[in-house]
């Protein structure tokens, strides 16, 4: 059995950052990696859009930098960054040589300190452009592109915070003034809503002293955090939205609530999604793919969230002249049967063997590593969960993962988006 045990040290600056240094002298580069506690779910009605925004603006200069200098300026020194937006956070990060770790740090206390110096109109209006086409490029114009935002919306009720995607609206970002953008920079950018990782090359004592030069002079911001919401129960259904168009075949996403992220109920569920789809060896790919033949391939995973609710699916490509009535009608047969069933010895050990051996070819790169770190940090306030996560998926018995089906993963808990190859573009809710 594999044991883990990263070293992890950790000092709250007098400002609030909070800053986790997990050391690793294997090659001279460090992974330095920001959460801000800012994501989607953060925005307001009317005000969707802003956390990602943010994530392109921060790239456009700030009081001492230039637009896409902080790109050039590590680039140049061999390191290489960027930055996503999700629910929960948004992240930036970078690994560099070592010894461009100061000047790593000196950029993102220019950022995240003075951005707001470069946020003018015209930087505003430019990312509103960027952003726009990006959500051309990903969502409007690729088949299947909207399938999330669907899941989504279908999934999680109006007013819930993971009821809108991360991209917003792009009526919200055009009706954004520079007072709107500014102000939510000012309400969630500080050092007190942070957490710093640094893992690679660089000491515990190190890491303190230059997090504390750059960064311990940046200002604490007032916060006035939401609680989170309640556990959302299983979905009251099955619900569904069909969408017919212009798409290579069939596709089924058929989605379930699930219990809070890095809970055992959690784990539980995401087990029995992976024995139900998520392995070339999972039932459903034996039933659809190989006995029936009417399914191309299938697939499940599981969205680990942290406000009153995750999310799991099961995604299946139909066989060109199947019925996906019928698909459908054997993915719930499986559901049934799995609930009553459990999973068997050889099918736990399965997935528990392939969760080890993602797990660790993740944490063997000192950048996801750094990712893993800041996300419980943040979100669950625990960092060692790099380290006991595979002990935590261990730990799940198999009656529990049939419970965990029986109540979660229910057909009549089951939100379905299903895409329907049809030139005429309906859609039918």
């Known amino acids: 059995m594999t044991t883990i045990d990263y070293p992890l040290a950790e000092r709250t600056l007098d400002n609030g950052l909070r800053v986790i240094v997990s050391e ?7 992974a330095v990696n920001l959460w801000v506690g800012v994501g989607s779910r953060h925005e307001a009605p009317g005000r969707t859009g802003f956390a990602h925004l943010f994530e392109h603006l921060m790239f456009q200069g700030s009081r001492n930098v ?17 930055a996503t937006t999700w629910f929960d956070r948004t ?9 461009a770790l100061e000047l ?20 505003l209006d430019n990312q509103r452009d960027v952003v726009k086409e990006e959500k051309r490029q990903r969502y409007d114009n690729v088949p299947y592109g909207s399938a999330l935002v669907d899941l989504y919306a279908t999934a999680f009720p109006e007013g819930h915070p993971y009821h809108h995607p991360t991209i917003g609206s792009m009526e919200d970002l055009d009706a954004a003034t520079l007072e709107d ?7 969630h950018y500080g050092p007190n809503n942070t957490v710093l990782t640094l893992a690679g090359d660089v000491t515990p004592e190190r890491g303190f002293a230059v997090a504390e030069r750059y960064l311990g002079h940046l200002p604490p911001i007032p916060l006035a955090p939401r609680p989170r919401v309640p556990q959302l129960p299983p979905i009251l259904g099955p619900v569904r939205l069909d969408r017919a168009g212009d798409v290579p075949n069939d596709r089924l996403y058929v989605a379930f609530r699930l219990p809070v992220d890095a809970t055992p109920a959690y784990h539980a569920c995401s087990i029995a999604i992976d024995v139900l789809g998520g392995l070339a060896s999972s039932r459903l790919t034996r039933r659809l793919v190989r006995r029936d033949q009417t399914a191309t391939s299938v697939h499940g995973w599981t969205m680990g969230l942290v406000d009153g609710v995750s999310l799991g699916a099961l995604t299946v490509d139909v066989v060109a002249g199947a019925d996906a009535d019928d698909v459908e009608a054997g993915l719930c047969e499986e559901l049934e049967a799995f609930a009553r069933q459990g999973p068997d010895a050889a099918e736990l050990e399965s997935v528990v063997a392939d969760t080890e051996r993602s797990w660790l070819s993740s944490l063997s790169s000192i950048e996801e590593r750094a990712d893993h770190i800041s996300h419980h940090a943040l979100l669950t306030g625990d960092p060692a969960y790099v380290n006991t996560f595979l002990d935590q998926v261990r730990a799940v018995t198999p009656q529990e993962v049939r419970q ?15 895409f329907l190859a049809d030139s005429s573009g309906e859609v039918a809710a």
């Open 404 to 418: 965990a089906a029986e109540r979660w993963l229910a057909p009549s808990a089951r939100a379905v988006v299903r």
């Open 104 to 123: 790593a740090l000196w950029l993102e206390a220019d950022r995240h300190g003075h951005l707001l110096d470069a946020v003018n109109q015209e930087n």
């Open 181 to 187: 953008v500014h102000a939510f920079f000012r309400t």
């Open 91 to 99: 992240n930036y990060f970078e690994t560099v040589p070592t010894g």
């Open 66 to 82: 230039a637009s896409g200098e902080h790109f050039s300026a590590l680039m140049e020194e061999g390191g290489r960054l960027n």
């Open 24 to 30: 690793d002298h294997t090659v001279p580069t460090v």
